[in-house]
């Protein structure tokens, strides 16, 4: 296949493209429940400066995030507001699940503490530490990158997965409370 | 409270001067702090092109490894004191009859879930032999829970990975010395 192309002219594929802009302008939500999020905080600060990499711009609505960054240990109670959050959050979203707490539960083995965010919501990256250091979670967004330009596609097939539907079948199956509209 | 209270203190705006109004010795007063911070020592640590100094690997807290003796042969001798020990309970061991005459018990499974672990070094702590130790690897990321679950294999990796540039904490130990006392 031969054509003919200006010298200014560059080629890409769709999929390719859809990924460079996906992974550069990765804007996290920060769900940050304990001192992990100091750390998160550090890694954003002018120190680690999370800009390098596209990914300074914390928004605080999840309508307006594609990465959501759990860092810290999600208890029972708060988990409807965790799961809430990463539905309100439009497609494709990653997650990444910084720390020990919200990775694996870390210390914490109660009843109360969530023993993985993962069995209740996809997560992309797992970062060990107690808390980990910014550059660990700098190391998870580079992965993180290099994953979405390695396996990402325009229309999002790789969220078809039948692990991500399992989750996503965990997430239908919450019991979200239906406001009608009376206020009660 | 009332608007003609005695106690408040009504305060007037104060009045803009000639200087004020032209805004340009503001403008000039917040160049000159842009421009200061423009010549001044850069803070940020480029991390994937310079790595952070850590200042004694030797009692940085990172990844762990699993020690082998001089004869290349896992020095762990099964004795439980390091998954006792743990607070997150990440260490998994299933020790059993040692194929080698210097001691009773070696770990046929050794696994540690670095995802659960705090990395508090209780482990390397209480380690009657040197075994377990914490390496100043730093920047460990994975991208399912299982390849975060380090087996035996993996941590002896670990080990020849990080033999070099950190040394054993101690020469030596019990089995070298033939035998867990």
């Known amino acids: ?184 | 409270m009332q608007a003609n209270d005695p106690d408040i203190l009504w305060v007037e705006e104060p009045k803009l001067g000639l200087a004020g109004k032209l805004y340009l010795p503001l403008i000039a007063q917040g160049l000159t702090t842009t421009t200061r911070h423009l010549f001044s020592k850069k803070i940020t640590v480029s991390y994937p092109d310079t790595e952070p100094e850590i200042a004694n690997p030797l009692i940085y807290r990172g990844v762990h490894r699993l020690n082998r003796d001089e004869q290349g042969r896992v020095k762990c001798v099964a004795c439980f004191l390091c998954a006792t020990a743990c607070p997150a309970h990440c260490i998994d061991i299933i020790g059993t009859e040692s194929p080698w005459p210097d001691r009773e018990k070696y770990p046929e499974s050794f696994t540690i879930d670095e995802l659960r672990c705090i990395y508090c070094g209780m482990c390397e702590e209480a380690c009657p032999v040197d075994a377990i130790e914490l390496t100043s690897l730093y920047n460990l990321t994975g991208r399912t829970r299982e390849e975060m679950v380090f087996d035996k294999e993996k941590l002896l990796s670990v080990h020849d990975q990080t033999i070099d540039k950190e040394p054993m904490r101690s020469q030596g130990g019990a089995t070298s010395q033939g035998g867990f006392p």
């Open chain 1, 1 to 184: 296949m031969a054509i003919e192309l200006p010298e200014n002219v560059v080629v890409s594929k769709l999929d390719a493209l859809g990924n460079w802009c996906r992974k550069n302008s990765l804007w996290p939500m920060p769900f940050a429940t304990a001192c992990c999020g100091i750390e998160l905080m550090a890694t954003g600060a002018s120190r680690h400066d999370l800009a390098r990499f596209g990914a300074e711009v914390f928004r605080f609505s999840p309508r307006q995030c594609d990465l959501m960054i759990v860092a810290g240990r999600v208890v029972m109670k708060m988990l409807p507001v965790l799961q809430r959050i990463w539905q309100q959050m439009l497609e494709p979203k990653w997650c990444i699940s910084m720390g020990a707490c919200a990775s694996t539960g870390g210390v914490f083995d109660t009843y109360c503490v969530v023993q993985g965010i993962d069995r209740f919501i996809p997560v992309d990256m797992y970062v060990p530490g107690c808390p980990p250091r910014p550059e660990q979670l700098i190391q998870a967004i580079m992965d993180l990158q290099d994953k979405i330009q390695r396996e990402g596609t325009i229309n999002g097939k790789e969220f078809n997965m039948p692990q991500r539907q399992q989750r996503n079948r965990a997430l239908l199956e919450l019991p979200i409370i239906q406001h009608n509209g009376a206020g009660n």
